[in-house]
């Protein structure tokens, strides 16, 4: 048990470092450093005294809690990811492109590009569907993320006039809010594009914003860094739940 703890605590540091390396704009990297902490220190205290009583409880109750809290992320990963293969229909009224990490430099991160990627092959593919692009200016972005985001698109082709823009908002929530100034909540067909592993949260929030025709479009992510983004998944439900959000 202490061996397994301490590969599994080498194995978390090592990954929130790679994830910390990427300059994604968070901080939630931070969570593996604490996973390994809670590995390592049990692990590495049961292997220098190992007839040590006081050694042994911690090891094994460091054991319980992370295998209780690996099976609860678990579960609610594989809620999350069901929500990733819905295909939206064609044609539709609206597009939400939901924001993400704008680099220094004023070009999309991966993520946010992944997005755009999907929002403009089904905008090639559906030319009287309406885009809106959705986020704010954070305190590290040197421009909106709508603003990044519309001048990505047009870049691309899309005419300026199949684009409007919400800038204000800084969460998901206030994404679907604020968008709803440009389209008909109750009656028009609205595809969400966003991450597949933020396809979930997303489609909860706009059911619990009165979105009533949505569909989700799922833009494709890097296996490398899903753990990651699904535990920050976790975090997100638990606090939009906790908030009324969805």
Not at 70 to 92: D, E, K, N, W, Y
Request: hydrophobic fraction near 50%; aromatic fraction near 8%; include cysteine.
């Amino acid at each position: 048990m202490a061996a397994l703890l301490i590969v599994l605590g080498i194995a978390s540091a090592a990954y929130g470092a790679s994830i910390m390396l990427v300059n994604s704009g968070t901080s939630l990297f931070a969570i593996w450093y604490v996973i390994a902490a809670l590995c390592l220190f049990p692990g590495i205290a049961h292997t220098l005294l190992p007839t040590n009583a006081l050694a042994g409880g911690f090891c094994l109750a460091a054991f319980i809690l992370l295998a209780v809290v690996a099976l609860v992320f678990l579960c609610m990963s594989a809620r999350i990811m069901r929500a990733t293969s819905a295909t939206p229909p064609a044609g539709l009224d609206y597009l939400l492109v939901l924001g993400a990490q704008v680099r220094p430099d004023g070009n999309p991160s991966v993520v946010l590009r992944n997005r755009l990627e999907a929002a403009l092959a089904y905008l090639a593919e559906n030319p009287t569907t309406h885009t809106i692009v959705c986020g704010g200016k954070g305190s590290n972005e040197p421009i909106s993320e709508a603003a990044c985001m519309a001048h990505w698109l047009e870049e691309r082709g899309v005419a300026p006039s199949r684009i409007s823009r919400e800038d204000r908002s800084t969460t998901t929530a206030e994404n679907i809010r604020f968008a709803q100034r440009f389209f008909d909540a109750a009656h028009a067909r609205v595809g969400i594009v966003t991450n597949n592993f933020h396809v979930y949260r997303a489609m909860r929030i706009a059911a619990a914003a009165d979105v009533s025709h949505a569909w989700g479009v799922s833009a494709h992510s890097i296996a490398w860094y899903l753990p990651n983004n699904l535990l920050r998944e976790c975090f997100g439900i638990i606090k939009n739940t906790w908030r009324g959000t969805m």
